[in-house]
């Protein structure tokens, strides 16, 4: 149990539509960044968010945006739904900016697109 | 900008043996190095991390890697597997002005069998 927890845990869209999943970091964690891990690979870095603004994003198109909250929650929002979208998205939260504590990451939420 | 390459897709090891999975990264500055667990279904687990100091690094469920500098390289062993340790294995890399943004590398399956 990581304290680190995503919802929902499976979701099925259809292409075209909108998504949001959300995730509830570790109290006191004020970086929280988001991954797309798609079948057989690894996760890859979409964006992350500090103090609840944006610190660095991946190799990702604007349709996938985020939010973070004061009370530690966040969100990852996915407009004009692909095919190729469909993977397991894994948030994970730490202390950031200068700390090395350790990223904790949630069990993730898979979505299928189809 | 940092990147990961595990040499192995898929490792067959038999119960008691030791595993051993290779991770290289290459980087153009100071890294912290990471080895992750994934097993079925749920998130990634850390396993151990190096960040600095001594480069024989020892993480849990009795898991050790070393940190080598000159061939970069952070390949991770275990003495004697079990059949619990059936699992993905990811290796991951961030660098000193970037910390929390990991980027994996495709994973390691490990396959114990009796």
């Known amino acids: 149990e990581t304290g680190v927890t995503q919802s929902p845990t499976h979701l099925i869209k259809t292409r075209g539509q909108q998504v949001t999943l959300r995730c509830s970091s570790q109290?006191?964690?004020?970086?929280v960044s988001w991954y797309q891990q798609a079948l057989g690979q690894g996760p890859q870095f979409i964006f992350q968010?500090?103090?609840?603004?944006?610190?660095g994003r991946g190799n990702f198109p604007p349709r996938f945006s985020g939010l973070q909250f004061p009370n530690y929650s966040s969100e990852l929002n996915v407009n004009a739904l692909e095919l190729d979208d469909s993977a397991l998205y894994l948030c994970?939260?730490?202390?950031?900016?200068?700390?090395?504590?350790?990223?904790?990451f949630g069990q993730g939420t898979r979505l299928t697109v189809v | 900008a940092q990147s990961v390459t595990q040499l192995d897709s898929q490792v067959p090891v038999f119960e008691e043996a030791p595993v051993e999975l290779r991770c290289n990264y290459s980087?153009?500055?100071?890294?912290?190095l990471f080895w992750y667990v994934q097993y079925p279904n749920q998130g990634l687990q850390l396993l151990l991390k190096?960040?600095?100091?001594?480069?024989l690094v020892k993480g849990i469920n009795g898991f050790e890697a070393e940190f080598n500098k000159s061939q970069t390289s952070f390949h991770l062993r275990k003495p004697s597997v079990h059949i619990s340790d059936t699992a993905e294995y990811f290796c991951?890399?961030?660098?000193?002005?970037?910390?929390?943004?990991?980027?994996f590398g495709a994973g390691t399956q490990v396959v114990v069998t009796p």
């Open positions: 991951a890399v961030t660098g000193t002005d970037s910390w929390g943004k990991l980027q």
């Open positions: 994970a939260s730490n202390l950031g900016q200068g700390s090395t504590t350790e990223a904790f």
């Open positions: 968010y500090y103090r609840e603004e944006e610190n």
């Open positions: 980087s153009s500055v100071s890294v912290y």
């Open positions: 109290s006191g964690h004020n970086t």
């Open positions: 190096y960040l600095s100091g001594s480069t």
